[in-house]
């Protein structure tokens, strides 16, 4: 009778050195196309901020809301670079350990900065809406109620068509939103998966053998 060979040893190794094998999403491995979604985010944001700045020079930075997207572009970078040292649920190195911990909360940071906008954009847009214009000389002076004299106005600077200019503020108004609200998503799905690999991800099994040839599935 022939020899059995024991499956103890075979594929056991294997598994255990290629540990990152299933921490993949649409063929990238994590967390290459969530920082590239970041990336396009955040330079998508950023532009539509200055494109509104060009408006006229008195917008307000909470109604230009470039920041957010050069905080989403250095989320992405952080990401990148968590990529090529290798990402692994279980860090080797506390170099690792380090790049980790600020990429997670450096998403944090991006849900609540990209939460904090959409309140702002949502806000500007609803005073907008109900804005009743009127120019004066190369200003567009607004207000909520003309018929209250000391009404608050609000004074559009360099302005020479209120009524272009408020319609295409109200339209960067809603690309804020949805991209900010993009933003939110992908951080939070970022910061998600990383959670969910550090602390959900474990191994259980029986040890068949000797210590070196063990058997282990993963939940």
């Not at 944090?108 to 907008?128: D, N």
């Not at 004299?149 to 068509?161: D, K, L, M, Q, W």
């Not at 939103?177 to 959900?200: D, E, P, S, T």
């Amino acid at each position: 009778m022939g020899s059995e060979k024991s499956p103890a040893g075979s594929g056991g190794g294997e598994r255990q050195a290629r540990p990152e094998d299933g921490h993949t999403c649409c063929g990238c491995r994590f967390p290459l196309l969530i920082a590239l979604l970041q990336l396009l985010l955040g330079i998508s944001t950023a532009v539509v901020a200055f494109l509104m700045a060009t408006i006229s020079p008195s917008l307000l930075a909470r109604e230009t809301p470039h920041w957010a997207g050069i905080i989403m572009c250095v989320v992405s970078i952080v990401g990148f670079v968590l990529d090529c040292i290798t990402y692994l649920p279980d860090e080797r190195t506390s170099m690792q350990f380090i790049i980790k911990l600020l990429y997670f909360l450096l998403c944090s940071v991006g849900v609540v900065i990209s939460i904090l906008v959409i309140a702002f954009q949502g806000h500007h847009y609803s005073l907008t809406n109900g804005f009743t214009c009127k120019e004066m000389g190369e200003n567009c002076v607004c207000t909520l109620e003309p018929e209250d004299p000391i009404a608050r106005t609000f004074t559009y600077t360099e302005v020479s068509n209120c009524l272009a200019v408020m319609s295409t503020l109200m339209l960067y108004y809603l690309l804020q939103m949805v991209l900010n609200l993009a933003q939110a998503i992908v951080c939070m799905l970022g910061a998600f998966i990383m959670w969910k690999h550090r602390y959900q991800m474990f191994f259980v099994g029986l040890q068949m053998g000797s210590p070196t040839s063990q058997h282990w599935q993963k939940v």
